[in-house]
């Protein structure tokens, strides 16, 4: 026997119990009306945190394809056109070398 998948919203409690006698009256039909209200000032509230949420999403959703766009700009330039821009652009660094023969220190590993 294949059982039905519930969620929360099939909890029953007593809240959710309405008594036909409750609303008969003019107390009880105030209670109801307040008990609705909250509910509804509820579920306002969170349509509005989802909205924002929702907002903010898609901000950065915008803020990444503008870094995207940028990156593929530069992806795009050829390697050796960047490298000569950058060589262009730059002061020659002086060139150093090791020093040579027997002035170069050596160091054995002994285990």
Known sequence: MATEKRGVQQIKTMGGIVDGRR???SA???LELSMLEMEKQRLLKEMKRAQQRCSEIQARVADIETK???LQKSVKKPY????A???MAATPLPIHTA????????RALAY
Request: hydrophobic share 30%; net charge positive; aromatic share 0%.
């Open 23 to 25: 609303v008969r009256t």
């Open 99 to 106: 020093p040579g023969g027997d002035r170069l220190k050596r």
């Open 85 to 87: 821009n950058q060589a």
């Open 80 to 83: 050796g056109e960047t490298l």
């Open 28 to 30: 009880g039909a105030l």
């Open 68 to 70: 995207q766009v940028r």
